[in-house]
């Protein structure tokens, strides 16, 4: 009877505000069944340790009914009915023995009494682990759902693609001694594609699906082939970073949109670390076209306006020689028709004649001295040297000319000796031989295959004590310089550019004179133009350094 | 009366050359000088108008770009002055409008440097014959116009209806005098002016007229 009074407010509820309806229905029932029977059995345990003979610790069997009862009761429960059994067995060993019962009786009782209190210790240890680790789940499972909402309302574009298959083969190439994994992409064009049918789109969120013009991101499940444009060398350099087993990738892509339209995308990608990861790896976009679109309006607006000035330039400065060499042209002229004027005279006046003469030569003299000093005036006007590291410069000018690569789709892969010596020189004008160089070289390959439009530049530090010079090479991909050209390369007004006013290559080549270093042409033997220039490393830096 | 001598000296004409190069002062003074013509040079316009005034005929020699104030100023400046002097420019480089705007303002030639040595001095020969012409039409006014001032104010009348073509008789009805009184002045306007026909006469004064 006591019992019954104490469970009633001792039922454990093990699923707070959960369940409801006919599931909690099924559940009490079953805990009914549970406590009944545990009642019953408790019951015949009493009844046959009370009032049998039967030697044995009986009441080691309360262990049972604490078993059965236990997941019905709150940890309060428990404790109260361990604390039950534990009286009932004491109140059967009064009841048949009395206060005077014999060693193993007092043994059997011990034993039993540490059953139940066993019982009940691992009992609450069980259920206390159970409740945290519902905890747990209820919590990962809210996070789990947090994470889902971010992916999905994020303004950003994401998705989540299998690379398994592609990894299993970059896995394999390795295998079979793939090393640089540009290189095979050059020998093998399909690749890259090959590689874009691999990928499989698994879920997008709103974002991308409004981005690729999607009527809803379930259509973009699949091969990612069909959103990359076929000569993107961003999907080669995701590749190479996954081979190289890179953590991350960053950069810009190119994606089509279902109705066709190019998107310049920024593009983030975490590698997971293990393996079977692969199948869900995230991928995040930023839509950058129309940012893009005007950097690359106010860059052509810019070199409009640098072409415009280079022009009003050119004609003031072509006005003023004019004028200037006009002068002493015009005395020249006029003396050379005056001394024939003496000449011509019966009798000639000779002596007029050569102060004439005279004259016309030392005016040919100051014409000839005009166009030197005007000639040095170009050179030197403008410039203001400074320590450089050339380094530095070709970062620069990589990235000033970053929109031009990626309109030509083309790479760039710069190398750097360790140690570079710095160099004296107008930094500006450096870069302007670097832009006009890389230009050349991405203009080059407009021809040669997407994948293989490779720009190195290379800078090297002094060969040995006896050349202490810088040099910087600048290799294409191209179809190299032809024989006929080469000779011309660097002639004033020569060019095969259409449109091309031939003036890039001979300004390099007089500005890297003027520092005191040497421009060179000539063709690589695994095809494409190498252009070398060298400068000599600023000796007082080198010594003080 | 001058002396037969100075006159002919003062007739010598004389060419001014203003041009900031030196080179080209020195050869066109050479060249001028191998036909015997005479000049004078100057490195500014203001030295030229710092310069004494001369009364010999010739003709002014000017590069348009010139320091200070430009050719082109200087011909607006001795316009203004009513000095006739022709001038002659000379440019580095051929300015189309500027060498419209000159030869408007009534300059003789625009020769662009460097100019054949014909061109130049059959220029400055044609600039010479018109200031010449020039200064002997001024030398005529001015006597007429001495002429003109010993006539008394009856006899002016007078002349200014022969000049009309008006008849004695209408003459002397117009003035309210006598037909004999109309023949007497109108003999004196004659010999006072010195013409012997009204032709003479006519031509005389249209010259006061101007």
Known sequence: MSRDAAETPLIADPEPGGACGPSRRIVSTRRRWHRLLALLLGSAVFVVDTFTDVTGAIAVLYVLVMLLAAETFSRRGIVLLALACACLTVLSFLTSHGLNADVSAMLRFGISLAAIAITAALLLRDQTSKQSLMEANTALARSEKRHRSIFEQARISLWEQDFSEVRNLLTTLRQQGVQDLAAYAREHPAFPRDCARRIRTVHVNDATAELLRLSSPSEAQGPIERFLPADDPALLAVLVAMAEGRSRFEGRAKLVTTDGQVLTVLIGISFPDEADEFGRVVVGMVDVTQREHIQQMQLAAQAELARASRAATVGALSASIAHELNQPLGAVVMNAQTCLRWLGKDPPDVEAAMRAAERTARDGRRAAEIVQRTRGQLVRDQRSDEMIDLREVVGETVHLLETELNAHATRVVTQFAPSIPPIRADRVALQQVLINLMTNGIHAMTETQAAARELTVSVDGPAGPDAPEVRVVIQDRGGGIPDDVHARLFEPFFTTKRGGMGMGLAICRSTIETYGGRLTARNHEQGGAVFEFALPADQDAAQTS | ?210
Do not use: W, Y
């Open chain 2, 1 to 210: 009366m001058k002396t037969p001598v100075a006159a002919a000296s003062a007739a010598a004409p004389l060419v001014f050359i203003v041009d900031d190069d030196e080179a080209i002062r020195e050869a066109l003074t050479d060249l001028l000088r191998s036909v015997g013509i005479e000049s004078r040079c100057f490195g500014s316009t203001r030295e030229l108008l710092d310069a004494a005034p001369t009364d010999r005929p010739g003709c002014l020699i000017l590069d348009v770009r010139l320091p200070g104030i430009s050719g082109l100023d200087l011909q607006a400046q001795l316009m203004r002055d009513r000095n006739t002097r022709p001038i002659i420019f000379m440019t580095g480089h051929g300015d189309i409008p500027m060498s419209v705007r000159a030869m408007k303002a009534g300059a003789m030639d625009f020769l662009t440097k460097p100019f054949r040595d014909q061109d130049m001095l059959d220029v400055v020969a044609a600039a010479i014959d018109k200031d010449m012409a020039q200064r002997q039409e001024a030398a005529a006014a001015k006597e007429v116009a001495a002429q003109a001032a010993t006539l008394t104010p009856r006899e002016t009348e007078v002349m200014a209806a022969v000049v009309k073509g008006l008849m004695n008789k209408q003459i002397a009805g117009l003035l309210g005098i006598s037909e004999i009184t109309v023949k007497l002045h109108r003999g004196n306007v004659m010999r006072k002016m010195e013409v012997r026909s009204v032709a003479d006469l006519v031509r005389k004064a249209e010259l006061l007229a101007r």
